[in-house]
């Protein structure tokens, strides 16, 4: 069906009823430590790149866990990869291949979307 | 006389409490404890959460009730232990050589080691303290900086050493939380004018009177409670220190310049205690000792005639111990009666 | 033509298209080189660089050197395969060159020698020259039976692990260990019936004398044929490759090729010249602490060879260099690796521009170093702590450039494959440097040293905080006090093995400690696990890496376990109650009032 005139923004709800975690699954296979991510935000709090610009590697994780990907490509390659994150996360994520592994994935997910 | 029905290592709540029940139940009891005096980590506390009452007060009523029946020795580090034969231990300390029919395992916890967590810069910032300097300060009734400066703002933060997987330690030390808080009130209280941070992972106030207390402390003394960790601190030209944070409610950066920086240190199993623990393998994964079974028999092992108590087993609040202390007594009653 | 039968055809046959492939595929990896490898290589072709080679090649490909430092019996392997049979081919050319009274004989001759040889002509030597290839026969055989122990039982070899193999690997390996026994069986039985044996054929011979010689004589030298040209048909397409390709990489080298950043056919002379002795599986932490053990620089390269390379191998590796250290043909595999990871499609867009372009702030005292303490840093915070007091103590004015915020050097996102990223951070950072007219850089990071050493070209003196502390104390400009306690040194892999700086840190010690040798150290280092090189590995085993690497430091029973990179600080301290500390801490800890 066409639009017609004007069209109904996106509701702000998280819909968990029909949005698609396919992504999320993969990346819980491939980065096990992923998941266990409680968001605290040492990660944000000591980046480099967030000393700069608007930048925070928790919520980046809690967009991928809610299949928000829309910004999450633009926001990810904000990373400088220096591993400091890594270092003070109190849950041991291994934050850095998490990146890595999420701009893959979600590359791969618009190459076949495509 | 060196041989005893039971000894007890460790002269803590868990123990104390322990004591006394054995020498009522008429148990030659020994309690052996490296410190000065026997207390435990309750010497090191003022007030106690989460109704304030005093430390003091609970050592001298816990000190009151142990009776003749038991024999308490001082400044004697436990040396080794031998399961002699049968029923039978002994146990060596610098000055001499004990023996009993069975006994009670209660040497506690040790604080974690906050040098261990380099970037809250404890032990290179001098305004950098942890939870149990502030107590001690607390309990002197005068809280200032190291420079003798009386501090406009203070910040504390929650789970340094406890649910850390980075330093091993993935538990939760139960007690952290709701200490903060008391200690907050408190401070507030010396210090009417004092603005008070609490940076936490996750508020855990698990028993009744500690979320009223948290609710308290909001209330009524407006510490603020930030949820987001702090991941570095830094010290600036008039040692004060400058922490960054993550307002993770916000997804906002945070910075802060703070007189105090309060680490709320966790608990981690005591040296005596790893050293029972790999001495009779019977250690879990963080060198705490584990118990036979952790619902029906909590203080037996698996070795016959070792019993545990108190924090020793794992993180404890001090209720929590005392009536760990009197639980081990009575398994010890069972054990000795039906032998 | 009495010296043909129809069974040398195999081997002519094998030998000829060996020799095809051999040229087309050494042809197309030179072609394949880029040009600044290319324009280095023919410098440097006519100089005593290439006589250096072939002394290397000779070294290397016939004896083994390498090998037999690390493991005398695998290195005994290897040189009686290589110049037992070197020594087979050449002797048995000369002795037909006297037998034929020409250099110009039949090439097969010298390779089926005993089966074509007219007992009636006699000519110099001939005894001797019989004894002589009996000799190498058994020196050959002796290795052999080495290699058939290897494959079931490597653990004699004091080898944890063997390299597992492709199929034609194990078609190539059978007609390999056929070749010999063959021979030797097929010159007995022909010593059985014309007596020209030595010591071993002639024994065997008349212990076979009883069998019907005449009907297995030949059917011996045709199996031996086919076994000599099923190998030398594989072997191009297998790791026997390594035997040639290995001389043509000896040469390259010395010529002073390197990898660029980029696959090109150095690359690929790399890959075909690694033997996959597995000898790096053993040296590698992750097999030995997290038992990971198909990762390793054998199986990566065998991977990249056959283009079967899967995410998973290229990025499990801590690049810690341990491989590359203990590698007998010297492959930079790491470097490969960085190569291999290379993600084109994150190539191509701008990065980091909310970095702000540098502030024309002029440094305007006279300041006589540019301090970086690196990311790492701003989380072991006694380091930059304590590199303040030195600065001050030795009166030195210093910039330090990232005291609020860093720019990353660049080294990591380097190390994953991603340049151009890594590229703007290194402009970003060198502008910032270059806005100041300062002509030194100290760093306290290894990671950071390496980078501005090796990638950044920076017209100014890059040291680690280590050389600079040192060249304090040598110059005098600090002086410092000798306390007694006891210390061991931890070796970072980026600053040891990395950029070879062992000395500086060690000359500190002596200065400050008393510094006690662990069993591990220097370019045999251990890693600490936290190395940023690899984004695969999860903390439970970056936790088991690192405490053999506690273990090894603490076995001496030390004081206080130094080391000089916050990153490995960071690590160790995790670990069980060890004290750490950095050089720095050290150094200022016991400074002369």
Same mark, same amino acid.
Do not use: H
């Given at each position: 069906m066409k639009d017609f005139g004007y069209s109904i923004s996106k509701g702000r709800t998280l819909n968990y009823d029909n949005s698609d975690f396919s992504l999320k699954k993969t990346l819980e296979h491939d980065v096990v430590s992923y998941c266990r991510c409680i968001g605290c935000g040492a990660c944000a709090s000591t980046c480099s790149a967030a000393k700069f610009t608007d930048f925070s590697i928790f919520k980046c994780n809690m967009l991928f866990r809610n299949a928000k990907y829309d910004e999450l490509e633009q926001e990810l390659s904000k990373c400088m990869l220096c591993g400091k994150c890594t270092l003070v996360c109190p849950r041991g994520v291994n934050t850095r291949g998490m990146i890595?592994?999420?701009?893959?994935?979600?590359?791969?997910?618009?190459?076949?979307?495509? | 006389m060196n041989h005893f029905d039971v000894i007890i290592i460790g002269g803590g709540p868990a123990g104390m409490q322990a004591a006394i029940r054995l020498g009522n139940f008429n148990y030659k009891t020994l309690i052996i404890e490296k410190e000065k005096s026997i207390g435990g980590k309750l010497t090191q506390w003022d007030k106690l959460f989460p109704d304030f009452y005093s430390a003091e007060e609970l050592l001298q009523n816990l000190t009151r009730q142990l009776n003749e029946n038991v024999s308490i020795l001082t400044e004697q580090e436990v040396k080794d232990i031998e399961n002699t034969s049968e029923n039978e231990w002994t146990v060596k300390t610098a000055d001499g050589q004990y023996s009993s029919k069975a006994l009670l395992i209660a040497s506690g916890y040790d604080f974690f080691n906050a040098k261990r967590k380099e970037e809250f810069g404890y032990g290179i910032y001098p305004n950098v303290?942890?939870?149990?300097?502030?107590?001690?300060?607390?309990?002197?009734?005068?809280?200032?900086?190291?420079?003798?400066?009386?501090?406009?703002?203070?910040?504390?933060?929650?789970?340094?050493?406890?649910?850390?997987?980075k330093v091993g330690n993935h538990y939760c030390s139960i007690n952290c939380c709701i200490c903060a808080v008391k200690q907050s009130i408190e401070v507030k209280e010396l210090l009417p004018d004092v603005e008070q941070y609490c940076f936490y992972m996750d508020l855990r106030m698990a028993g009744q009177h500690y979320e009223e207390l948290y609710r308290t402390s909001q209330e009524k003394y407006h510490v603020q409670f930030i949820r987001g960790r702090i991941s570095e601190a830094a010290s600036t030209f008039d040692n004060r220190i400058q922490i960054k944070a993550e307002n993770t409610l916000l997804s906002t950066p945070l910075k802060l310049t703070v007189d105090l920086f309060v680490l709320m240190v966790g608990m981690e199993a005591s040296e005596t205690t790893r050293f029972i623990s790999q001495k009779f393998n019977i250690s879990n994964e963080y060198g705490f000792l584990q118990s036979k079974q952790r619902y029906c028999s909590d203080n037996e092992t698996e070795i016959k005639g070792l019993f545990l108590a108190g924090t020793c087993k794992r993180p404890m609040t001090i209720p929590k111990s005392l009536k760990d202390g009197d639980a081990a007594a009575n398994a010890i009653f069972d054990y000795l009666k039906n032998r | 033509m009495n010296n043909f039968h129809p069974f040398?055809?195999?081997?002519?046959?094998?030998?000829?298209?060996?020799?095809?492939?051999?040229?087309?595929?050494?042809?197309?990896?030179?072609?394949?080189?880029?040009?600044?490898q290319k324009t280095t290589a023919l410098k440097n072709i006519i100089s005593f660089k290439t006589l250096k080679a072939v002394w290397e090649a000779v070294r290397e490909c016939l004896f083994h050197r390498n090998i037999f430092r690390t493991n005398p019996v695998l290195g005994y392997m290897h040189l009686s395969f290589a110049f037992g049979w070197f020594l087979l081919i050449v002797i048995g050319k000369i002795e037909t060159t006297f037998y034929s009274g020409t250099f110009w004989d039949e090439f097969w001759l010298a390779i089926f020698f005993r089966f074509f040889e007219d007992t009636s002509v006699t000519f110099s030597g001939s005894e001797l020259f019989t004894q002589l290839m009996d000799a190498c026969l058994l020196f050959v055989l002796s290795g052999i039976v080495l290699a058939v122990i290897k494959r079931f039982y490597s653990k004699i070899y004091g080898m944890k692990k063997t390299t597992k193999h492709t199929i034609v690997d194990k078609i190539a390996l059978t007609s390999l260990w056929c070749i010999f026994p063959l021979r030797l069986l097929a010159e007995s039985a022909t010593a059985g019936i014309k007596h020209?044996?030595?010591?071993?054929?002639?024994?065997?011979?008349?212990?076979?004398?009883g069998l019907p010689l005449e009907h297995i004589t030949l059917p011996l030298w045709w199996m031996y044929s086919i076994a000599l040209c099923l190998f030398f048909l594989f072997m191009p397409f297998t790791r026997y490759m390594h035997i040639f390709t290995e001389m043509l990489l000896v040469f390259l080298r010395k010529w002073g090729v390197t990898e660029n950043n980029q696959k090109t056919g150095y690359t690929n002379i790399e890959l075909n010249a690694c033997?996959?002795?597995?000898?790096?599986?053993?040296?590698?932490p992750l097999n030995t602490e997290a038992g990971i053990n198909n990762v390793q620089s054998v199986y990566f390269i065998k991977n990249t060879r056959y283009g079967t390379l899967t995410k998973e191998i290229a990025d499990n590796c801590l690049m810690c260099g341990r491989c590359v250290q203990a590698c007998p043909v010297g492959i930079e595999s790491t470097l490969i690796r960085q190569i291999m990871r290379k993600k084109e499609c994150f190539n191509n867009k701008d990065y980091y521009q909310y970095i702000p372009d540098k502030e024309e702030k002029q440094i305007s005292e006279e300041k006589e170093v540019i301090y970086f303490a690196g990311c790492m840093s701003h989380i072991t915070v006694s380091i930059p702590e304590a590199m303040k007091h030195i600065f001050a103590a030795a009166n030195v004015k210093y910039w330090y450039m990232d005291e609020n915020e860093t720019i990353c050097c660049g080294r990591p996102l380097m190390q994953q494959g991603l340049d151009k990223q890594a590229e703007t951070l290194r402009q970003k950072n060198t502008e910032k440097i270059l806005s100041s007219s300062i002509r030194t850089l100290v760093t306290s990071c290894p990671i950071c040293y390496k980078s501005f050493t090796e990638e950044y070209h920076l017209p100014i003196e890059v040291l680690h905080h280590t050389q600079y502390i040192d060249r304090l104390i040598r110059q005098g400009r600090i002086k410092v006090n000798r306390s007694d306690i006891k210390v061991t040194y931890h070796d970072p892999c980026e600053l040891g093995r990395g950029c070879k700086i062992y000395e500086e840190p060690r000359h500190v010690l002596h200065a400050v400690a008393e510094l006690m040798n662990?069993?591990?150290?220097?370019?045999?280092?251990?890693?600490?696990?936290?190395?940023?090189?690899?984004? !695969?590995?999860?903390?439970?085993? !970056?936790?088991?890496?690192?405490?053999?690497?506690?273990?090894?430091?603490?076995?001496?029973?030390?004081?206080?376990?130094?080391?000089?990179?916050?990153?490995?600080k960071r690590a160790l301290q995790h670990g069980i109650n060890v004290n750490i500390k950095d050089i720095a801490e050290i150094v200022d800890e016991n400074i002369a009032k």
């Open positions: 890595l592994e999420m701009r893959n994935l979600i590359e791969k997910n618009k190459n076949n979307n495509e | 303290i942890t939870s149990v300097e502030l107590e001690a300060m607390i309990k002197n009734g005068k809280i200032t900086t190291l420079d003798g400066r009386i501090p406009q703002k203070i910040a504390y933060l929650q789970c340094v050493g406890s649910r850390d997987e | 040398v055809l195999p081997f002519t046959i094998g030998t000829v298209v060996l020799f095809i492939i051999l040229f087309a595929l050494f042809v197309k990896w030179l072609l394949q080189m880029d040009k600044t020209n044996g030595g010591f071993l054929t002639q024994s065997l011979g008349n212990l076979l004398v033997s996959r002795c597995g000898i790096c599986i053993d040296v590698c662990v069993k591990m150290e220097k370019e045999n280092s251990l890693c600490c696990g936290y190395n940023l090189a690899n984004t !695969q590995l999860e903390l439970e085993d !970056q936790m088991k890496i690192r405490n053999a690497a506690i273990n090894n430091l603490t076995a001496p029973k030390p004081d206080t376990v130094i080391t000089s990179c916050p990153m490995c």
